[in-house]
């Protein structure tokens, strides 16, 4: 049974006259991970907020097809509800600061207080969301004092906590460090073992063709390849189309290192393999 | 041109919590990237380039003059400094206005520091946005307003700190361009960044940042092939570069084109 299903999903913002997604459909089952990718104004941004419904109810503008998430229909029922049971991470993480709150461990707790929490278990989650996204030494610290990097994993972190059926992340390590998008990565792939069901848009191809199961490619509102990461970054007409694939896809392709199955190699790993016994040589 | 030289420098925000705990270097014109995990003092450092944060101990010297005994409005005609996060940056209602300010505030006359602003504009690709307001514009072309206000200012240094964030495919290309040209005009870049890939492409000398030190100096080349050097600063060579450490390959490669030279040419 999918927890996403997407149909035919049509949406133009106010006072423009091309649609932002054009005739979108995709389903998600529970416990994956799905990757978005693709070129700016692809519409990967239009999509996360669709997913939560604040396309259409808090943007407006014309709305068609259907957007069911974790049992809700969102074009029919509010924000208010759809965000009990699906979790954004906005794009830019000053956006998602309540304003309201003076530390960063209440700033986790602004979520939890809405949502009526009771006291020993908000405790014990921001504990856990807190040590998860290494941000227990500043949880004393106001969110606007942070670093950018650490601002973004406090975004990540106060949705966490919310533990949503459905996680919903735009961009979420934009501004991370290689150490720090490895945390977000591996968190984010051990809820989805838990049950929990990802779907981030992410320009970082070569980690999501990792950990993704599934990447879907947005180009000018359409949806216009969905499958597993091998797959997809294979096809020969996303470089073309402004869609960055995992630098070792691209060298292999040029090299025409193919692995048994006719794909390129996604990984470092997969890369050396073929590319090890292409050279006739035994790898390092 | 310009040369920035800085001595023993020491920063904190609070006292008894160093940031920045005795840099030492100079930089001359060319590009520069800087690279750390967050929290290392990156964009500290940036701050004090331009005397918006001025040193606790040691000092910064822009072209000879101490950062200290002159005001950021001057320091401002030598270093231009682009922000992380671009609202910290962007204030007027058109875009055109924002990039015209910087040229404004050095006297330039309207007409001129109009073509300027389009010229700006033009280079990092948002033709047709000018009379927009910035906040009706995606995260990726409010950062690159705020790369073009900063261009249109014509500084002999120009500081871009994270300019990739939230750039596809084509605008980090674009962004590398707008650097291969200031290098081209003898300008200094200096870039904060996580993306080794826009490093390894487009900087000849990186610094690598940790715990408010300069843990390694050297050229990109250098730099990426020293795992350990990246491993204790929490970071990682371009996949690229992985990719051909792992095949053993003889020459360190930082771009697809070189690997698939160095394959191809058998090395």
Redesign the interface.
């Known amino acids: 049974m999918a927890v996403i299903e997407v149909e035919n999903l049509r949406y133009r913002y106010p006072q423009q006259t091309e649609p932002a997604l054009d005739g979108i459909s995709f389903t998600v089952e529970p416990g994956e991970f799905i990757g978005i990718i693709g070129p700016n104004r692809a519409g990967k941004s239009t999509l996360c907020q669709a997913l939560v419904g604040l396309v259409p109810h808090f943007y407006q503008g014309s709305i068609g097809g259907r957007v069911v998430v974790a049992g809700l229909d969102v074009h029919r029922h509010p924000v208010s509800e759809v965000c009990r049971r699906v979790g954004l991470v906005f794009q830019s993480p000053f956006t998602q600061m309540s304003g309201a709150k003076f530390t960063v461990y209440d700033e986790v707790a602004f979520g939890l207080e809405h949502q009526g929490v009771p006291r020993d278990e908000m405790i014990r989650r921001i504990d856990h969301v807190l040590h998860l996204l290494g941000l227990w030494e500043v949880r004393d610290r106001n969110p606007f004092a942070l670093s950018g990097g650490q601002m973004q994993r406090l975004a990540v972190a106060s949705v966490l906590a919310l533990q949503p059926q459905v996680l919903v992340l735009d961009e979420p390590t934009s501004q991370l460090d290689p150490a720090g998008t490895s945390e977000v990565f591996t968190a984010v792939t051990d809820l989805c073992r838990q049950g929990m069901t990802v779907v981030m848009a992410e320009h970082k191809v070569e980690r999501l063709a990792e950990r993704a199961d599934r990447i879907l490619v947005l180009h000018r509102g359409k949806c216009i390849a969905y499958g597993p990461p091998r797959e997809v970054f294979s096809r020969e007409d996303l470089p073309g189309l402004g869609v960055a694939i995992p630098p070792v896809t691209e060298a292999c392709r040029r090299l025409g290192w193919r692995l048994p199955d006719g794909t390129y190699p996604v990984t470092v790993e997969e890369a050396v393999k073929i590319g090890g016994a292409a050279r006739g040589g035994n790898p390092g | 041109m310009a040369e920035i030289r800085v001595e023993d420098v020491h920063f904190h925000y609070t006292p008894g919590v160093p940031v920045l705990r005795g840099i030492s270097l100079t930089i001359t014109p060319g590009t520069v990237a800087i690279i750390?995990?967050?929290?290392a003092g990156k964009?500290t450092f940036v701050r004090l380039l331009n005397g918006l944060l001025k040193p606790v101990r040691g000092r910064v010297l822009v072209d000879g003059v101490d950062t200290r005994t002159v005001s950021v409005a001057t320091l401002a005609r030598t270093v231009g400094l682009v922000f992380?996060?671009p609202?910290d940056q962007l204030f007027r209602s058109r875009v055109l206005d924002e990039v015209m300010f910087g040229p404004l505030n050095l006297k330039l006359p309207a007409d001129q520091a109009r073509a300027r602003a389009r010229e700006a504009l033009r280079q990092v690709g948002l033709e047709g946005v000018e009379d927009k307001n910035p906040y009706d514009l995606?995260?990726?072309?409010r950062k690159l307003v705020t790369v073009a206000g900063v261009l249109a200012m014509d500084t002999p240094v120009v500081v871009l700190d994270?300019p990739t964030?939230?750039?596809?495919?084509?605008?980090v290309r674009r962004l590398g361009e707008v650097v291969a040209w200031l290098k081209a005009r003898g300008r200094t870049v200096i870039t904060i960044t996580?993306d080794?890939?826009f490093v390894a492409r487009y900087f000849e000398r990186v610094l690598v940042f940790q715990a408010g030190q300069v843990l390694a100096d050297g050229t990109a080349g250098e730099i990426f092939t020293r795992p350990e050097v990246l491993k204790a600063a929490?970071?990682?060579p371009?996949?690229?570069t992985?990719?051909g450490l792992?095949?053993?390959l003889s020459v360190p490669v930082l771009t697809?084109e070189e690997?698939?030279a160095a394959?191809?040419g058998g090395r």
Request: aromatic residues 2%.
């Open positions: 750390g995990q967050n929290g964009s992380q996060n609202s995606g995260l990726a072309e994270e964030i939230a750039q596809d495919r084509d605008g996580h080794m890939d929490g970071l990682e371009p996949q690229i992985q990719l792992r095949l053993g697809v690997f698939v394959i191809t």
